[in-house]
C-alpha cells in the first residue's frame, strides 16, 4: 500500500493466505529499516529490521525485502491469522539517527 | 526485552490547562528518548529529541515553549503540553534508544497516552 494524501491504505486478507505490504521511501541515505506493528490505541511493536546492505530477511511468519535500486521495502506475513489485523509502518533511519515513519497501511483480516 | 512505560495513558482536560506526560524506561537505560505525536488515521509524527542531561531538540514547526521536554535522569523523560488547546487533542508516544553505540538502533516504544482537550 502506498500512501495517498491524509489516507490510510488498506488490504484485506483472508485468514491463512498470504499479505504482502509494500512501502516506498524517499531517502537514499537510509541505511537501516524497521517494519512495526500497531494495534488500536497502543503504541507501535516492532515486527523485523533490516540493514541496507541486505536485501532480505526473515523472521517468523515474516519477511522483509529491501530493493534499494527503487528504494522500496516490502513485508511478507505467510499464513495470516485474526491476530495479524493491525496498521503496518515502514520506518526509516538516516545516518543522524531520526527515525521517518511511512503512511502505513490497515490490514484487515477476514475470517 | 526492552520495555518502556507511559503515564498517564489517557487524560483529559480543560482548554488552557497544562498536561504532563512521563515516558520510563524500565529495564534499561536510554540516553536519548523520542516524543511522537500521532492524529488518527495518520503515522507519527516526530516532534523532538530528548537528551539527558541537554536540551531538546525539536523538529520544524513544533513549538519548543509550548510542548516543554525534561530529560532529568537515564530512564525518564517527560513532556508538558503547556496551555492546552483541542487542537493540541492527539496521541502522544514517546521511544527510549538503549544505544550507546551511535549507530542505528531499535527504538522501543510507549504505548501512548491518549489527550483530549476539551
Known amino acids: 500500500g502506498e500512501s495517498v494524501g491524509l489516507h490510510l491504505p488498506t488490504l484485506s486478507v483472508q485468514e491463512g493466505d498470504n499479505s504482502i505490504i509494500n512501502c516506498a521511501y524517499s531517502n537514499s541515505a537510509s541505511d537501516y529499516f524497521i517494519w512495526y506493528k500497531q494495534e488500536s490505541g497502543k503504541g507501535p511493536q516492532f515486527i523485523i529490521d533490516i540493514r541496507s546492505n541486505m536485501d532480505k530477511r526473515q523472521g517468523q511468519r515474516v519477511t522483509v525485502l529491501l530493493n534499494k535500486t527503487v528504494k522500496h521495502l516490502s513485508l511478507q506475513i505467510a499464513a495470516t491469522q485474526p491476530g495479524d489485523s493491525a496498521v503496518y509502518f515502514c520506518a526509516e533511519t538516516t545516518p543522524g539517527r531520526q527515525l521517518t515513519f511511512g503512511s502505513g497501511t490497515q490490514l484487515t483480516v477476514l475470517p | 526485552g526492552a520495555v518502556v512505560s507511559q503515564h498517564p495513558s489517557r487524560v483529559i482536560c480543560k482548554s488552557g490547562t497544562s498536561v504532563k506526560i512521563e515516558c520510563r524506561s524500565l529495564d534499561f537505560q536510554a540516553t536519548t528518548m523520542f516524543w511522537y505525536r500521532q492524529f488518527p488515521k495518520q503515522s507519527l509524527m516526530l516532534m523532538a529529541t530528548?537528551?539527558?542531561?541537554?536540551?531538546?531538540?525539536?523538529e520544524q514547526g513544533v513549538e519548543k515553549d509550548k510542548f516543554l521536554i525534561n530529560h532529568a535522569s537515564l530512564t525518564l523523560s517527560t513532556l508538558t503540553v503547556t496551555s492546552a488547546h483541542p487542537e493540541d487533542s492527539s496521541f502522544y508516544i514517546c521511544?527510549?534508544?538503549?544505544?550507546?553505540?551511535?549507530?542505528?538502533?531499535?527504538?522501543?516504544f510507549g504505548p501512548g497516552t491518549r489527550l483530549t482537550v476539551l
Open positions: 530528548s537528551n539527558e542531561g541537554s536540551k531538546a531538540t525539536y
Open positions: 521511544s527510549a534508544d538503549p544505544s550507546t553505540s551511535g549507530g542505528p538502533d531499535e527504538q522501543f
